[in-house]
């Protein structure tokens, strides 16, 4: 018998055909997040949004000196 849900009691096959999710990717994101509560699950959003945003403001301040180093190669 699959593992059923604790808040739901439904099966892990039902609620992946319900959400169109791999009984696999269930069962990882519960070894992963299973036992965060709600508070952490938020900061752990919080976080990864952060780390998105200063991993794209690295990336443009990245570019912006590789254009300033290719236009003084050029001047000289």
């Known amino acids: ?3 059923r849900l604790r808040s739901e009691r ?6 992946g055909k319900a959400y169109g999710v791999s009984e696999a990717s269930i069962y990882t994101w ?7 509560v709600t508070d952490e699950l938020r900061r752990l959003r919080q976080l990864e949004q952060e780390n998105a945003r200063l991993k794209k ?3 443009e301040r ?3 000196v590789e254009v300033m180093k290719e236009i003084n190669a050029k001047k000289w």
Do not use: F, H, I, N
Not at 10 to 15: H, N
């Open 30 to 36: 519960r070894q992963k997040y299973g036992g965060m």
């Open 57 to 59: 403001l690295l990336a």
């Open 62 to 64: 990245d570019l912006e």
């Open 1 to 3: 018998m699959p593992y």
């Open 10 to 15: 439904t099966s892990v096959t039902a609620v």
